[in-house]
């Protein structure tokens, strides 16, 4: 059942009719109010009026991180300062920060998306909820706060970190649900291993992962270790944070809210559009915000947009599970290589555990790829030639499927930093100039 049928459930003509009714209204707004856009849709040559079918959206033009920073704080904003109640910053993964301005509706919007995302995982207002992600300028932390509270749960703020305080409030609350990225939920479910506290027992029964990419086989990894059920949350500060896209009891993709976010995937090098199924670079166009509305946003997320029937009634077009972004994107030996593809290589070997990184270095005219990831206790116990054959299994493994060479490298126990929010994959070596 999901928490607002009319556009949850809307049929597929019917909501894309409201998505250009919307959209209209959004090109009007920002054409008025933003000297950006009506810059750059004077220069392409387009008008609010030329927007007459879905399809349509193809002819404005895209905007880019880089035209967020340019404009840095408030270039884009498209309402005065007085009219913005919050203000929020990406963490900056991949560079400077940018800036996410709302208006009181905007707020409003964000809430309701993300109570859907807490419903369709099956959180109900009877549940406790620990939200573990960071609380401040990050999306994560009040966007989880936000939905959890409007939903009527109890909500625990433990914000992400200390993580022995977030396993004894867990076992003292009774949270059944907790928010966090997913590498996060990996480190609590080790660190709770180690104190011999078995969270299986616990009432805890839901997770809401995300803010990063994970595999499938991570969140099966998860889901066995913590003994619950591992549900996404996909957003991005730019879109206004978590509630762009949630997946449902079926877990097999993640659906759009497509009554606030038009999304289209392109080839990320012609930039053209791909049909439906085809895997590219994700784009969303905002519909309904208003301080800072985003028109075909490039996210450098790749996936693959799809519909299907689904179980829970929703029509919402479905994505995949990110499979990676573009700057995390490695050309090792010709072939492109996404840090996720040999994290589910790693998944298969049973030797090893989740906690790996990618180190790329120079070596002479070719890049190299050294996996670093840590094993099972057993293989240390078991002395140097166990691990030298666990090595080279993980190099056979990485080979027969991409057809790269890359180095193994089994690493102490506790080499790679745990992560606390978003995980570091991978660490580039290579002199600048080769980046
Ligand atoms: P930053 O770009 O600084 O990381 P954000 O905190 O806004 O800023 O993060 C948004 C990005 O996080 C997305 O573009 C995407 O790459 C990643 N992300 C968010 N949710 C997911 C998810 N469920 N699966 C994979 N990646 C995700
Ligand atoms: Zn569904």
């Known amino acids: 059942m999901p928490w607002n049928d009319k556009y949850e459930c809307m049929p597929v003509k019917q909501i894309q009719q409201f998505q250009v009714e919307k959209l209209q209204e959004t090109v009007q707004w920002v054409i008025k109010r933003v000297p950006f856009y009506k810059q750059k849709f004077k ?3 387009v008008k609010a009026t030329d927007i007459k079918g879905i399809e349509d959206v193809a002819k404005l033009p895209f905007t880019e991180k880089n035209d967020l920073r340019d404009n840095y704080p408030f270039g884009l904003c ?3 300062l007085k009219e913005v109640v919050r203000i929020h910053a990406s963490s900056g993964t991949t560079g400077k920060p940018i800036t996410g301005p709302y208006t009181a509706d905007d707020l409003a919007q964000w809430t309701e998306c993300m109570v859907r995302n807490f419903y369709a995982a099956g959180v109900r207002p009877e549940h406790v909820v ?17 939905g959890a509270t409007a939903l009527g749960c109890t909500v625990v703020p433990t914000s992400a970190g200390l993580t022995e305080r977030q ?3 867990m076992q003292d609350f009774g949270a059944q649900v907790l928010c966090c990225t997913p590498s996060y939920a990996l480190t609590i479910a080790e660190r709770a291993e180690e104190l011999k506290v078995d969270i299986k027992s616990l009432p805890l029964s839901i997770g809401i992962f995300g803010a990063e ?3 499938v086989g991570m969140r099966e990894e998860i889901e066995a270790r913590m003994g619950i059920k591992a549900m996404e949350a996909y957003g991005l500060t730019e879109l206004g944070g978590p509630g762009v896209g949630f997946d449902c009891e079926a877990q097999s993709g993640i659906h759009i809210n497509e009554d606030h976010y038009l999304a289209e995937v392109v080839d990320p090098v ?5 049909p439906l199924g085809e895997k590219g670079e994700l784009i969303f166009t905002s519909l309904q915000r208003r301080a800072m509305p985003m028109i075909r946003y490039r996210t450098k997320d790749i996936t693959r947009l799809y519909r299907e029937k689904c179980v829970c009634g929703r029509t919402f077009v479905k994505m995949d599970k990110i499979f990676g972004r ?3 994107m490695l050309i090792i030996s010709g ?3 996404f840090p996720s593809q040999i994290e589910s290589l790693l998944l298969d070997i049973e030797e090893v555990t989740p906690q790996y990184r990618l180190v790329v270095r120079k070596k002479g005219y070719l890049d190299q790829l050294v996996v670093q990831v840590e094993g099972k206790p057993e293989v240390y116990e078991a002395g140097d030639r166990k691990k030298f054959e666990v090595e080279a299994k993980i190099m056979a493994h990485i080979r027969g499927h991409m057809g790269i060479s890359v180095e193994a490298n089994l690493v102490d126990p506790k080499f790679i930093a745990r992560s606390e929010g978003k995980a570091l994959r991978v660490v580039d070596e290579r002199p600048k100039q080769f980046r």
């Open 78 to 80: 498209a309402v005065p």
């Open 326 to 328: 573009t700057d995390d």
């Open 335 to 337: 072939v492109n290589v």
């Open 43 to 45: 220069e392409a040559g």
């Open 130 to 146: 620990q939200n573990a992600y960071g609380h401040g300028l990050f999306t994560g932390g009040l966007g989880f706060h936000q």
């Open 167 to 169: 396993i004894t409030l």
């Open 213 to 215: 990419p994970w595999t």
């Open 270 to 274: 012609t930039l053209e559009p791909v």
